[in-house]
């Protein structure tokens, strides 16, 4: 079965960095979209950022644009998210998600989330 798994997150302190990785097995990752979405306590998830199946676009949420920065690298089955500049907003699990549209079909995989905790 599909799996997407998150990994790289912590505590770190505001203004600090971390890399998230998200490594996907058992699908052809170089046809999924891929995204990275958070969850705050007692919030919704909201979406983060997204790059597309070749890595030519990216977009990103107000709220981490020029802080934040998507990437994929297609031979590693792994889509990353470089975080800098931390703020105690960002705190959240961050998911990693793939989705793939051919014809009537939509592909959807979640992974299970990595913790990213930013206070002093």
């Known amino acids: 079965q599909v799996q997407l798994v998150e990994s790289g997150g912590g505590l770190v302190q505001p203004g600090g960095s971390l890399r998230l990785s998200c490594a996907a097995s058992r699908l052809t990752f170089s046809y999924y979209a891929m995204s990275w979405h958070r969850q705050a306590p007692g919030k919704e998830r909201e979406w983060v950022a997204n790059?597309?199946?070749?890595?030519?676009?990216?977009n990103y949420a107000d709220s981490v644009k020029g802080r934040f920065t998507i990437s994929r690298d297609n031979v590693k089955n792994t889509v990353y998210l470089q975080m800098n500049s931390l703020k105690p907003e960002d705190t959240a699990v961050y998911y990693c998600?793939?989705?793939?549209?051919?014809?009537?079909?939509?592909?959807?995989?979640w992974g299970k989330g990595t913790l990213v905790t930013v206070s002093t």
């Open positions: 998600n793939g989705r793939r549209t051919f014809a009537t079909t939509v592909l959807n995989y």
């Open positions: 790059i597309t199946d070749t890595g030519s676009t990216t």
